[in-house]
């Protein structure tokens, strides 16, 4: 019985981190495609993994079993050195006829255990997007360029803000001026 009882809140723990923001709605159509490549993190929420770094930045890059190779880098200061955190993502839900997918997919860092990636914005010319984790302490703002200008950071804020994140604890990793 005690075994029962640890799997089921084991399996409830790891679906949780699956889960979408209260009241947040994914994307619909995603071009895994387009989505690769390199984003510069304008903004974020605290958290311990990224604690402190500067010119944070992600590439994302197709793997040979379908999914999504996640490579995090980041420069930390006090250290001065860069670190970096290699990582794979997996859309949960198939494509539609045109080859895309819903803006849900899992990534890990750490062996069998995922975490949610919620696309919850994303520019139509993929240039910049709002990502989430499974609840409203886990926020990103990316751009494909170290820079975003504020009417286009503007509306990012007020849609993260309507959906009931701390947007006033947002961090802005200092990033270089050139790519």
Known sequence: MLHRLFVIALLSLLTACMGV???AEPVTKVDAQRYLGKWYEIARLDHSFERGLEQVSANYSPR???GIKVINRGYDPEKAKWQEAEGKAYFLKPADADGRYPGMLKVS???PFYGAYNI???DPDYQHVLVSGPD?????ILSRTPQLPQKTL???LAKAKSLGFATDKLIYPRQPEKP
Do not use: A, I, N, R
Request: avoid cysteine; hydrophobic fraction near 40%; aromatic fraction near 20%.
């Open 136 to 140: 409203t302490s886990y926020l990103w």
């Open 154 to 156: 503007e509306p990012l």
């Open 64 to 66: 040979e079993d379908g």
């Open 120 to 122: 919850l914005v994303l």
């Open 109 to 111: 860092f750490f062996g």
């Open 21 to 23: 923001p209260p009241g």
